[in-house]
């Protein structure tokens, strides 16, 4: 049966209002208009984190600080680890540099992915009272890391003071390469925290998700294979591809060459099919969550 609308009053036109499709339906311009919220959930998030921790910010060096020993310990001096020294002005990088120098960028973004894709949920308050881009929320979970990361970066200078080692030139890429691993933490954090509304499930996933992710990872050896089929998976890990240019850039080596090139192919893909989805889904958060 057809439906028949009323016809306007004398002098006025009639106006409908459709959903934006493609790209313009991201409304990607409202982040920036939204800027001063992005910043408040940014600190927001930092001082919930360490507000009633008794160590407080401590707890950002020692987590790295301890992992790397842990690893040390385990890894090099009891199962005699082979991670392929890299050698800079003559002398090869002790293992725990070359350990903690993985850990930067995988704690950034282990981080940043625990808490973006468990970041709508959290947030089910302001999802359900009032209208914001809904893209703030997982960005600001993964700016948050920043912090984190400014303070171990801090610490590895300290230790490459103690073993005598000075960062390569290289060094100027290292912001390109934060950033990758930021994109890399937000293209999966889309995908996770839009399926975290729909099932909860998703929540106790990541972290069994980030801890074996990261032993397939060359946090704490280096690949020694060239070609084949494990070549080949192993380039389809962008965080191999970061963690290999991390490497290169402070403590010298081979460059990462197609792992860094892979990488980038994969997080554009993951995140641009990420935001298509999140958008997709958009609309049933503030009913589901």
Do not use: C
Not at 51 to 61: C, H, T
Not at 229 to 244: H, K, Q, T
């Amino acid at each position: 049966m057809a439906t028949t609308h009323p016809a306007p009053p004398a002098g006025k036109t009639r106006r409908t209002i459709r959903p934006s499709k493609g790209w313009a339906a991201l409304h990607l311009g409202e982040l920036w208009e939204y800027r001063e919220l992005l910043y408040f959930l940014t600190w927001r998030d930092v001082k919930v984190r360490y507000k009633q921790a008794i160590l407080g910010v401590a707890w950002a060096v020692l987590q790295p600080v301890l992992t790397m020993v842990v690893f040390t310990i385990v890894f090099s001096r009891l199962m005699h680890v082979s991670y392929n020294p890299i050698v800079v002005n003559g002398k090869a990088v002790p293992y725990p540099i070359f350990t903690y120098v993985g850990l930067l960028p995988w704690n950034l973004f282990a981080g940043a992915l625990g808490r973006a894709g468990i970041s709508l949920v959290g947030n089910a308050n302001l999802l359900t009272k009032v209208y914001f881009p809904r893209l703030v929320i997982p960005i600001s979970a993964v700016v948050a890391g920043l912090v984190d990361f400014g303070i171990s970066f801090v610490v590895f200078l300290v230790l490459m003071a103690v073993y005598g080692i000075v960062p390569t030139w290289h060094v100027v890429w290292l912001p390109l390469l934060v950033l990758l691993a930021m994109a890399t933490a937000l293209a999966f954090g889309l995908w996770l925290s839009a399926l975290n509304v729909l099932y909860r499930d998703v929540q106790y996933i990541i972290p069994f998700l980030v801890q074996l992710w990261m032993f397939l990872s060359p946090v704490i050896y280096a690949p020694n294979f060239n070609n084949g089929l494990y070549r080949f998976l192993y380039d389809l890990n962008p965080m191999a591809g970061v963690i290999e240019g991390f490497r290169w850039a402070l403590i010298g080596g081979a460059p990462p060459d197609q792992t860094i090139a892979a990488a980038i192919v994969m997080v554009l893909v993951l995140l641009v099919s990420g935001l298509g989805y999140f958008k997709r889904m958009e609309r049933t958060f503030a009913d589901v969550v």
